[in-house]
């Protein structure tokens, strides 16, 4: 076995029990609606395995039975099922949330910007916005839904989860879920059969013509097409650029119809990136899909599963708002990578160095762990 392998083995024996003491203390904050009909699925520290096809009879069962089994993660079915417990072949499907999932991670790649700790607020922050744009411009405007309709879940670790409730919903199949997540994507858009193709542009329009019609817009006025096309096109569109912005806001560009039609067409899919929803595909169209159970911790961070207020997100700190943990005792570490200034429950911590020996908060501690930053060298809370 690896030194890197001893002290990941070393680092899961002590969270381990740091979650047992929350669940052991905190199991009442497990929440979950139609517990007996659905299913759950728990990924366990050792080893990395997955249990699933668990049911329980009521929320005291499940809470008693993670307080016991303290897993690294926890989940349940968005599906309710006749025979939950059953194989997937055997359950008998009976509806299911239509759920989005807004990854911080592969949002933030976007802007150039790695996941680290340093980076993490930043990531947040980034997701949060994608997660606004989703339910004001798609998931309110678009489709109609009421915000009594949508849920908003913290995930624990790196992104969002959005929970539709709503009986239109909830009884469509992959297919359909499918097309959902197209029309939100941006995928399959016809561009060249757009009127904003052939130079008519509605500004204040619903749907993906006023999107596009904006998209175009910014996508102009920001110069952001000249690092996505060739020279000779750039200079095209520079010569143009400033009567086609005037006239795209009186509804209709002539001069924007002098570009050549593969311009045009560039230009319109560099709209399409920009006013796109960013949510996992899979994730939508999948109608057994396991999700994070409120009150849980996730295994990657120490923090707690949470629900977000819509009203909330922009100015969401998960390091504050979704802490579990208690900050104190501390506990003590090994740094095994150079690490810069964190921002962590409104405090700023490091730098810090390899091979430093520091003591810090408990929930920065298992935070830091998860990136496989540091070596826990004894148990805080627990000696």
């Not at 920009?274 to 949510?279: N, Q, Y």
Request: proline residues 3%; neutral net charge.
């Amino acid at each position: 076995m690896s030194k890197e392998d001893i002290e990941k083995r070393d680092n899961i024996s002590v969270i381990k029990k740091i979650f047992k003491w929350y669940y052991s203390t905190h199991s009442s904050s497990i929440i979950c609606e139609n517990v007996e009909r659905r299913e759950f699925g728990f990924m366990l520290f050792d080893g990395n395995v997955m249990v699933r096809h668990k049911s329980f009879k009521s929320i005291l069962e499940l809470r008693r039975f993670i307080a016991e089994l303290a897993p690294k993660h926890a989940y349940h079915s968005i599906a309710i099922y006749e025979k939950p417990d059953a194989p997937m072949e055997e359950k008998g499907w009976v509806c299911a949330e239509l759920l989005f999932d807004i990854d911080a991670d592969h949002i933030a790649k976007k802007y150039g910007i790695a996941m680290r700790p340093e980076t993490y607020l930043q990531c947040m922050t980034i997701a949060a916005e994608e997660t606004i744009k989703l339910i004001e411009e798609f998931l309110l405007t678009d489709f109609g839904l009421a915000p009594r309709d949508i849920a908003v879940l913290f995930s624990g670790g790196r992104g969002f989860h959005v929970h539709v409730k709503n009986k239109e919903f909830e009884y469509m199949d992959r297919a359909m879920r499918q097309e959902i997540v197209d029309y939100i994507t941006g995928n399959g858009i016809n561009l060249k059969a757009t009127m904003i193709f052939e130079g008519y542009f509605l500004m204040e329009g619903h749907g993906w013509i006023g999107r596009l019609s904006r998209g175009v817009y910014e996508v102009l006025e920001s110069g952001y097409f000249r690092s996505k096309l060739r020279k000779q096109q750039v200079n095209a569109i520079d010569k143009r650029c400033r009567r086609i912005l005037e006239e795209i806001l009186t509804g209709f560009s002539g001069t924007w119809n002098e570009l050549s039609d593969k311009t045009k067409k560039k230009i319109l899919e560099m709209a399409v990136e920009l006013m796109r929803g960013d949510v996992d595909r899979v994730v939508t169209s999948d109608i057994s899909r396991l999700t994070r159970i409120v009150g849980t911790l996730h295994g990657k961070t120490g923090l707690k599963v949470i629900k977000v207020d819509i009203s909330k997100l922009e100015s969401f700190d998960p390091t504050k708002e979704a802490l579990a943990l208690p900050t104190s005792p501390q506990i003590t570490v090994k740094f095994l990578s150079d690490i810069g200034s964190v921002s962590f429950n409104d405090d700023i911590y490091g730098p810090y160095r390899e091979g430093q020996i520091k003591s810090i908060p408990i929930p920065l501690a298992v935070f830091l762990s998860g990136f496989e930053c540091v070596k826990l060298l004894n148990g805080g809370i627990l000696e």
